[in-house]
Nanobody, 123 residues
Framework: QVQLVESGGGVVQAGGSLGLSCKGS??????MGWFRQAPGKEREFVAT???????YYADSVKGRFTIFRDNAKNMQYLQMNILKPEDTAVYYC???????????????????WGQGTAVTVSS
């Protein structure tokens, strides 16, 4: 059974930092990514990383967030710096088991999802 479990959410002041983790189990993954959903908004792409280390970031987080993974542990991480109130959201870990052509910036590019972890940035 494929499972993704996030951890690391919480409350932080604007300008602060927070790190998220996602542990995968049940299989290895070609790509892993993070999405987020703010209150009243649709879920949006944050960042993605392939097994070889390629990465893509949403423009809104580029330069502030860093995605990385540990393939041996089947884990991915999201280091979030210079957090802003608009980063407040539930963050979801996503993963794709096998390669399919795509940008990996769409929800449809992923076939496994975590339950989400809440991040609140206070002003």
């Amino acid at each position: 059974q494929v499972q993704l479990v996030e951890s690391g959410g919480g409350v932080v002041q604007a300008g602060g930092s927070l790190g998220l983790s996602c542990k995968g189990s049940g299989r290895t993954f070609y790509a892993m990514g993070w999405f987020r959903q703010a209150p009243g908004k649709e879920r949006e792409f944050v960042a993605t990383i392939g097994g070889s280390g390629w990465t893509y970031y949403a423009d809104s987080v580029k330069g502030r967030f860093t995605i990385f993974r540990d393939n041996a542990k089947n884990m991915q991480y999201l280091q979030m710096n210079i957090l802003k109130p608009e980063d407040t959201a539930v963050y979801y870990c996503a993963a794709r088991g096998t390669f399919v052509p795509g940008t990996y910036r769409r929800e449809a590019d992923y076939d496994s999802w975590g339950q989400g972890t809440a991040v609140t940035v206070s002003s």
